[in-house]
């Protein structure tokens, strides 16, 4: 079983539309990761958690919103989907300290 | 700013044939340089870690370099399977977050 599960795995929706992307871990991480990856730009930091209670901003948080449950769990909310979130959407998790990050396999979004 | 450049964007090489990747970066202090494979349809998969100019690391067919400025992942012979897409990321001094680069598509035909 993945280390890091993201589901679903592809969604196609319209716009306007809630959507939620769901992160789970089995690592025991306590630190977790929302990117989007678009081509020729990289990965983007959506927002990042570093325990239940502790939530934070990156680089392209406008138009999206976070949730951790639990320390194994981190979803990405889209409120009011737009075509120009469509993107690949990546889950990560991690320890403190200059530790690599581990990835999920992805959500690829699309926004008609 | 912290940025992160990768070259060449595609890098296309027939089996055997070594070659080098190149990810260059500009942060105020280097925690960390990571590099990840990612093959289509997966999530970047880590690689190596290297923390101070002159270290290196190897795995099978590969070999990162580190120096102050940039970081080298060599292929030596490779084989179809190292076709993949290859992403660096820095992590700096004051930061707790990864700046990544935008990849290079590495292709390696039989």
């Known amino acids: 079983d993945a280390d890091v599960t993201q589901t679903p795995r592809n969604r196609i929706t319209k716009t306007g539309k809630r959507i939620m992307l769901e992160c789970s871990q089995t690592k025991g991480h306590d630190r977790m990761y929302w990117y989007r990856q678009d081509p020729g730009l990289g990965l983007r930091l959506i927002y990042y958690s570093f325990d239940v209670k502790d939530i934070n901003k990156g680089e392209i948080s406008d138009g999206y919103s976070v949730s951790r449950q639990a320390q194994a769990k981190f979803s990405l909310s889209l409120e009011s989907a737009i075509p120009n979130q469509t993107a690949l959407y990546f889950c990560?998790?991690?320890?403190?300290?200059?530790?690599?990050?581990?990835f999920g396999d992805g959500t690829r979004l699309s926004i008609l | 700013e912290d940025q992160v450049t990768q070259s060449p964007e595609a890098l296309r090489l027939q089996e055997g044939e070594s070659s080098s990747l190149n990810c260059s970066y500009t942060v105020s202090g280097l925690r960390g340089l990571f590099w990840y494979r990612q093959d289509p349809g997966k999530g970047p998969e880590f690689l190596f870690t290297l923390y101070s100019a002159g270290e290196e690391k190897e795995k099978e067919r590969l070999k990162a370099t580190l120096t102050k400025k940039e970081s080298f992942l060599h292929i030596t012979a490779p084989k179809p399977e190292d076709s993949a897409t290859y992403l660096c990321a820095v992590q700096a001094d004051y930061g707790q977050n990864f700046v990544f680069g935008p990849g290079t598509r590495l292709s390696v035909l039989p």
């Open positions: 990560a998790t991690g320890y403190a300290g200059n530790q690599p990050q581990h």
